[in-house]
T-cell receptor
């Protein structure tokens, strides 16, 4: 099983719709979780951290399900500008033995259509 | 403005030449990282550094070298030993255990 797994998509969604996608992780000791957004040929940018109780930032909601080992991202009232690749990032315990503890998913490609 | 700066944005080199990519941050972050991204692929860790004068190999360190002589700077050298150096290189920094902040990347093409 891959450490951090995402459906690559692409997800084609009409403007204004609600879209959600998940990211599963294999290390049950993972401690912190993040969603990043990456536009084509640009650097990833932090979208939001994911907290145990779930958190919301405007149209974006992130949730963590530790029992099933996945995090989710929900986007409401999607805009054309939401088209991007969304990367899931999981941080485990820093081992100090050569691993920085960070694992990136390969990303989910989202296309919002007019 | 605080941030992380990579230069140059585009770099072209002939095969067999070493090339150094610059990464500077003024965020006072302890940790700095180098990733490589290939088309349609995820980020792969090359090297990272938690403190000055110390760095660790990542998953794909072969053919690369780094130095961390100053907290602000973490240059990456792509040596001629790297078999497939053409890629998008991303530098990042963070406070320990906090999210990463990325530079805008260097696109290296080796012919």
């Amino acid at each position: 099983r891959k450490e951090v797994e995402q459906d690559p998509g692409p997800f084609n969604v009409p403007e204004g719709a609600t879209v959600a996608f998940n990211c599963t992780y294999s290390n049950s000791a993972s401690q912190s979780f993040f969603w990043y957004r990456q536009d084509c040929r640009k650097e990833p940018k932090l979208l939001m951290s994911v907290y145990s109780s779930g958190n919301e930032d405007g149209r974006f909601t992130a949730q963590l399900n530790r029992a099933s080992q996945y995090i989710s991202l929900l986007i409401r009232d999607s805009k054309l500008s939401d088209s991007a690749t969304y990367l899931c990032v999981v941080r485990g315990m820093y081992s100090g033995g050569g691993a920085d503890g960070l694992t990136f998913g390969k990303g989910t490609h989202l296309i919002i259509q007019p | 403005d605080g941030g992380i700066t990579q230069s140059p944005k585009y770099l072209f080199r002939k095969e067999g030449q070493n090339v150094t990519l610059s990464c500077e941050q003024n965020l006072n972050h302890d940790a700095m990282y180098w990733y490589r991204q290939d088309p349609g692929q995820g980020l792969r860790l090359i090297y990272y550094s938690q403190i000055v004068n110390d760095f660790q190999k990542g998953d794909i360190a072969e053919g690369y070298s780094v130095s961390r002589e100053k907290k602000e700077s973490f240059p990456l050298t792509v040596t001629s030993a790297q078999k497939n150096p053409t890629a998008f290189y991303l530098c990042a920094s963070s406070r320990l255990q906090e999210p990463l902040h990325f530079g805008n990347g260097t696109r290296l093409t080796v012919t």
